[in-house]
Protein backbone atom coordinates (compact mmCIF):
# COMPACT_ATOMS: atom_id res chain seq x y z
CA UNK A 1 0.00 0.00 0.00
CA UNK A 2 0.88 3.24 -0.64
CA UNK A 3 0.38 5.94 1.97
CA UNK A 4 -0.13 9.77 2.17
CA UNK A 5 -0.07 12.52 4.68
CA UNK A 6 -1.63 15.16 4.85
CA UNK A 7 -0.48 18.66 5.90
CA UNK A 8 -3.05 20.17 9.18
CA UNK A 9 -4.02 22.58 7.13
CA UNK A 10 -5.54 20.02 4.49
CA UNK A 11 -7.61 18.22 7.30
CA UNK A 12 -8.91 21.54 8.41
CA UNK A 13 -9.76 22.70 4.31
CA UNK A 14 -11.66 19.24 4.26
CA UNK A 15 -13.41 19.23 8.05
CA UNK A 16 -14.17 23.33 7.31
CA UNK A 17 -15.38 23.00 4.18
CA UNK A 18 -13.18 25.51 3.16
CA UNK A 19 -14.40 26.37 -0.66
CA UNK A 20 -12.36 25.25 -3.03
CA UNK A 21 -9.47 24.03 -1.09
CA UNK A 22 -11.92 22.12 1.03
CA UNK A 23 -13.49 20.77 -2.14
CA UNK A 24 -9.96 19.56 -3.98
CA UNK A 25 -9.26 17.93 -0.03
CA UNK A 26 -12.52 16.06 -0.37
CA UNK A 27 -11.54 14.93 -3.82
CA UNK A 28 -8.25 13.39 -2.66
CA UNK A 29 -9.52 11.88 0.38
CA UNK A 30 -12.48 10.00 -1.43
CA UNK A 31 -9.87 8.64 -3.91
CA UNK A 32 -7.54 7.48 -1.32
CA UNK A 33 -10.47 5.74 0.90
CA UNK A 34 -11.50 4.44 -2.53
CA UNK A 35 -8.05 3.28 -3.32
CA UNK A 36 -5.97 0.60 -1.72
CA UNK A 37 -3.82 3.89 0.11
CA UNK A 38 -3.25 4.53 3.31
CA UNK A 39 -3.97 7.95 5.03
CA UNK A 40 -1.40 8.80 7.88
CA UNK A 41 -1.77 11.29 10.76
CA UNK A 42 0.56 11.93 13.59
CA UNK A 43 0.91 12.99 17.15
CA UNK A 44 1.73 16.84 15.90
CA UNK A 45 -1.46 16.76 13.75
CA UNK A 46 -3.39 16.29 17.33
CA UNK A 47 -1.42 18.40 18.88
CA UNK A 48 -2.18 21.56 16.48
CA UNK A 49 -6.18 20.12 16.27
CA UNK A 50 -5.87 20.50 20.22
CA UNK A 51 -4.11 24.07 19.98
CA UNK A 52 -6.42 25.33 17.16
CA UNK A 53 -9.00 24.60 20.00
CA UNK A 54 -10.38 21.37 18.66
CA UNK A 55 -12.49 19.05 21.37
CA UNK A 56 -11.33 15.40 21.08
CA UNK A 57 -14.57 14.30 19.80
CA UNK A 58 -14.07 16.90 16.88
CA UNK A 59 -10.66 15.55 15.82
CA UNK A 60 -12.28 11.69 16.02
CA UNK A 61 -15.05 13.18 13.87
CA UNK A 62 -12.60 14.10 11.17
CA UNK A 63 -10.00 11.24 11.48
CA UNK A 64 -13.44 8.30 11.22
CA UNK A 65 -14.04 9.31 7.79
CA UNK A 66 -11.28 7.00 6.49
CA UNK A 67 -11.91 3.43 7.16
CA UNK A 68 -10.61 1.03 9.31
CA UNK A 69 -7.58 -0.33 8.49
CA UNK A 70 -7.08 2.41 6.00
CA UNK A 71 -6.00 5.03 8.79
CA UNK A 72 -2.84 4.74 10.16
CA UNK A 73 -1.15 6.63 13.36
CA UNK A 74 2.83 7.34 14.32
CA UNK A 75 4.49 8.47 16.70
CA UNK A 76 6.82 11.18 16.96
CA UNK A 77 10.52 10.48 18.27
CA UNK A 78 13.09 12.84 19.84
CA UNK A 79 15.89 12.24 16.96
CA UNK A 80 12.70 13.68 14.71
CA UNK A 81 12.75 16.56 16.42
CA UNK A 82 15.87 17.46 16.80
CA UNK A 83 16.55 17.57 12.67
CA UNK A 84 13.14 19.50 12.53
CA UNK A 85 14.43 21.79 14.95
CA UNK A 86 17.74 22.14 13.30
CA UNK A 87 15.73 22.56 9.45
CA UNK A 88 13.62 25.06 10.91
CA UNK A 89 16.21 27.76 11.90
CA UNK A 90 18.50 26.86 9.28
CA UNK A 91 15.66 27.43 6.32
CA UNK A 92 14.00 30.18 8.50
CA UNK A 93 10.63 27.82 7.94
CA UNK A 94 8.17 26.77 10.70
CA UNK A 95 9.25 23.89 13.09
CA UNK A 96 6.20 22.14 12.66
CA UNK A 97 6.49 21.81 8.66
CA UNK A 98 9.45 20.99 8.78
CA UNK A 99 8.53 18.02 11.34
CA UNK A 100 6.01 17.52 9.08
CA UNK A 101 8.34 16.72 6.24
CA UNK A 102 10.71 14.67 8.23
CA UNK A 103 7.48 12.36 9.33
CA UNK A 104 7.00 11.67 5.89
CA UNK A 105 10.70 10.96 4.90
CA UNK A 106 11.08 8.48 7.85
CA UNK A 107 7.48 7.09 6.85
CA UNK A 108 7.79 6.64 3.04
CA UNK A 109 4.71 8.77 2.53
CA UNK A 110 3.75 11.42 0.17
CA UNK A 111 3.01 14.89 1.95
CA UNK A 112 -0.17 16.61 1.04
CA UNK A 113 0.06 20.58 1.20
CA UNK A 114 0.11 24.14 -0.13
CA UNK A 115 2.27 25.72 2.31
CA UNK A 116 5.20 27.12 0.39
CA UNK A 117 7.21 26.31 3.29
CA UNK A 118 7.54 23.08 2.24
CA UNK A 119 9.46 24.36 -0.78
CA UNK A 120 12.80 24.64 1.15
CA UNK A 121 12.14 21.20 2.32
CA UNK A 122 11.96 19.13 -0.94
CA UNK A 123 15.09 17.65 -0.40
CA UNK A 124 13.97 16.30 2.89
CA UNK A 125 10.39 14.93 1.25
CA UNK A 126 8.60 16.43 -1.59
CA UNK A 127 5.45 17.58 -1.39
CA UNK A 128 1.95 18.00 -3.59
CA UNK A 129 -1.20 20.01 -3.62
CA UNK A 130 -4.52 18.13 -3.60
CA UNK A 131 -5.04 18.47 -7.14
CA UNK A 132 -2.01 16.99 -8.49
CA UNK A 133 -1.46 14.21 -5.86
CA UNK A 134 -2.84 11.44 -7.99
Known amino acids: MEGFYLD ?19 KLITKIIQ ?13 EFKNLSYSQHEILAMLAIVKQGKLR ?15 ARQRKIPKKDALHAVLCRDNNLQLIARDPHFEKLKDISLYKTPENAM
Do not use: C
Open 8 to 26: TSIWLDFYEKRGKNGEEAM
Open 73 to 87: HIHIDSGQIKEALFL
Open 35 to 47: GNYVLTYSDLHIK
